[in-house]
Every structure is written in C-alpha cells, then in structure tokens.
C-alpha cells in the first residue's frame, strides 16, 4: 500500500529525443506527487509536482502526466540534453497533511548521450 | 540565503563507533525530515521532527538510531554502535510547514569500516 514502483530502472536517450519515466502507486490517499533530480554526490532537487486535481502539468521541457484511474503518473523530458543525464526518482504522500514525509521510488538513471 | 546543510559531508567510522550528522534546516524552516539511501536505491524515510519534538519516527530503526531537533541548533540524527549495514547516504529535508516543499541537503555519506 505504501510502495511507489518506477521503471525502468535506467534509460539512454539520444540528444533531441524523449525520455520517458513511469510510476505507479497503490495508497488512494496519496494526492501530491512529485519528481526530483539528483546527480552524483548532491541531494535531490525538486523538478516538478502534480496534484490528481489535473491530467498534466508542464513547466520547460519537463511533463508530467497523471492517471488517476490507473494509478499511474510518468514524467516526460522533451529535447533531452546531455545535462538531463541525473537519477530521476518520483515520489507520493498525502500531501495535505505531510509533504516532507514522501514514499520514493526506486529511481531511474538517465543517460543522454551526444 | 543558504539552503539545508549537512555536515560533515564525509564519515567514516569503525564498527560499534558512534555516528553524529547534523542538519542545519533552511533559514525561516521549523521542520526537519531524515531520510537514508542505500547504494543504487531510493530514498527511505526515517523521521520528521519539528522544533523539540518528534511528530512521526516510523521509519526509524527500533535500536540504535535517534534523532533529536533542540530549540537551539542543528538537528541531529545519532546512530551508536554501527554496523557495515549503516553505510548509505544520509539526507536532511526541511520546510517551512507541513504543507509545503521540502528541500534537500548535499546529504552526509557514512562509511563503516
């Protein structure tokens, strides 16, 4: 009930395509849900959120899309770029009552090669 | 305005050492969050305290661990007597309430040798 399950667990995207990140949640109470960005030796960083009252939310070159009937939410990165290349982990919480205490998924390592 | 800081960035103990890592929250922040990440995992939540209590410890490990967040200071998350299994990486979130965007520290990686 608690778990947030990502794929796939690592991913090589040419320079200029799509990368395509997908997460799945079991708790129907979960209602914030966000992807953070974190390159080696550094802490996570906040990259984008959705809340289930939206199907998509778009901030640059980054997407997130929402199915809440599924149970499933997937972060696009348009115009992949070789600075993109980061571990993107999506998370989950009952965010009204609790941000800070988020459910992570296991993470996806993102290569874009030149 | 500086972000979350966590010293020291590096530790290395000996098996049945002690470990201290601090975490200085974001300026304006009152609530601190602990999580740990093992090597090629996500991260795992441990605790979230506010200023002298501890609101939610369910993911603390039953023995061994603490974590404290006096009126004055850093928070602190103490681990005794460490074993080989302790070695991750260690990160402190804040946020200015409940409700909003917690943000990261650099972390603190703790090796058991």
């Known amino acids: 009930q608690q778990q947030v399950k990502q794929s796939p ?9 799509i990368s395509i990140i997908n997460c ?7 209602d914030y849900f966000p992807w953070y960005q974190q390159f080696p030796g550094k802490g996570p960083a906040l990259l984008i959120a959705i809340r289930p009252d939206v199907s998509e939310k778009k901030e640059g070159r980054f997407t997130i899309s929402f199915n809440k009937s599924a149970k499933q939410f997937s972060l696009h990165i348009m115009d992949s770029q070789p600075g993109d290349s980061a ?6 919480n009952k965010g009204s009552s609790n941000t800070g205490k988020l459910i992570f998924g296991q993470g996806t390592t993102l290569q874009v090669k030149p | 305005n500086a ?9 290395v103990r000996r ?5 201290r890592l601090r975490c200085s929250p974001m300026k304006g922040h009152s609530h601190v969050y602990w999580y740990r990440q093992l090597p090629e995992e996500g991260l795992k939540f441990m605790v979230y305290l506010q200023k002298e209590n501890i609101i939610d410890e369910s993911g603390m490990p039953k023995e061994r661990f603490s974590a404290e967040f006096p009126k004055e200071g850093p928070s602190i998350l103490r681990i005794q007597q460490v074993v080989r299994g302790d070695s991750a990486a260690y990160f402190c979130a804040s946020s200015s309430w409940s409700g909003t965007e917690a943000f990261f520290g650099q972390g603190t990686r703790l090796t058991v040798v």
């Not at chain 2, 972000?3 to 530790?11: E, T, Y």
């Not at chain 2, 098996?15 to 470990?19: F, L, N, S, T």
């Open chain 2, 3 to 11: 972000g979350v800081m966590q010293n020291p960035r590096h530790l």
């Open chain 2, 15 to 19: 098996r049945g050492q002690e470990a």
């Open chain 1, 24 to 30: 799945a949640y079991e708790n129907t109470a979960f």
């Open chain 1, 87 to 92: 571990t993107y982990f999506c998370a989950a």
């Open chain 1, 9 to 17: 667990q690592s991913l090589i995207v040419q320079k200029g395509g």
